[in-house]
């Protein structure tokens, strides 16, 4: 018998059967791991096990190749929180689905359950479109396909970075990009900073950026599209009443 506990995050419920669920969890230890939660179908245990929620779960299979059974133990209801807010609510259910179907199945990414958390965290505040923008930011570099932010491409110098190459993933500075402005992606200057407030038409411009890269780096190579809730959050925030920075 294979018998480990972690914390974990939850991405997805599924119903399977009358009574029982299929939960996708975002582990600390154990990446991105499915398991049976039985009884997970009932009304108590879909309060629990709504996307974005945190819990604490034991996970128990004869054989490590086996699906496996959850038992889980609430530790923060973050999907509650948000349900009067549809617009962090597509924030939430956009960083889950996109987890869920970027990442390969029981390969420990601790730096992205921290990204995760740490983007749950932020969508309390005012500020987390920003935030939500560096954290696909984050993920492209975590599954090998991070940008060059650092320097222009063409130049090496690091000022008035205005865009990046959808080939090479790297900066090209304003005045080194000009003539090929039409073929490149345009870089919102908040990118460059962990901390910097990027305006409604900045974070739309970062998730055409990010969406790009994922699209072409990831989902191609997965024989799909950006996962729907991710494109609802894109049309969302790009509306002029999305004003929220």
């Not at 914390?7 to 399977?16: N, P, S, W």
């Not at 004869?62 to 530790?75: D, F």
């Not at 617009?87 to 990442?103: M, P, Q, W, Y």
């Amino acid at each position: 018998m294979i018998d480990w506990t972690d914390d974990g995050i939850v991405l997805a419920a599924r119903k399977h059967g009358e009574t029982s669920a299929i939960v996708t969890l975002m582990t600390r230890a154990h990446g991105r791991h499915l398991g049976l939660v039985r009884g997970g179908a009932g009304r108590r245990a879909r309060g629990m096990l709504q996307p974005g929620n945190r819990v604490h779960a034991r996970w128990r299979a004869r054989l490590s190749e086996h699906l496996g059974t959850y038992s889980c133990e609430m530790t923060e209801a973050v999907a509650a929180t948000l349900l009067k807010d549809r617009l962090r609510l597509a924030g939430l259910s956009a960083a889950c689905a996109v987890t869920e179907a970027t990442l390969p199945e029981r390969e420990p990414h601790p730096r992205v359950y921290d990204g995760l958390a740490g983007l749950l965290a932020a969508l309390a505040g005012d500020h987390w479109p920003s935030a939500y923008v560096r954290w696909e930011l984050s993920l492209l570099s975590e599954l090998g396909f991070g940008l060059d932010l650092s320097a222009c491409a063409a130049t090496g110098r690091n000022d008035q970075l205005a865009y990046v190459s959808p080939k090479s993933g790297r900066a090209v500075s304003l005045a080194a990009g000009e003539p090929y402005r039409r073929r490149l992606l345009e870089l919102p200057g908040f990118m460059l900073s962990e901390t910097a407030v990027g305006s409604p038409g900045d974070v739309a411009l970062g998730l055409k950026l990010t969406g790009y890269f994922l699209e072409s780096s990831v989902f191609q190579h997965l024989e799909r599209g950006l996962p729907p809730a991710r494109n609802r959050l894109a049309q969302r925030l790009g509306k002029p009443e999305a004003a929220t920075p």
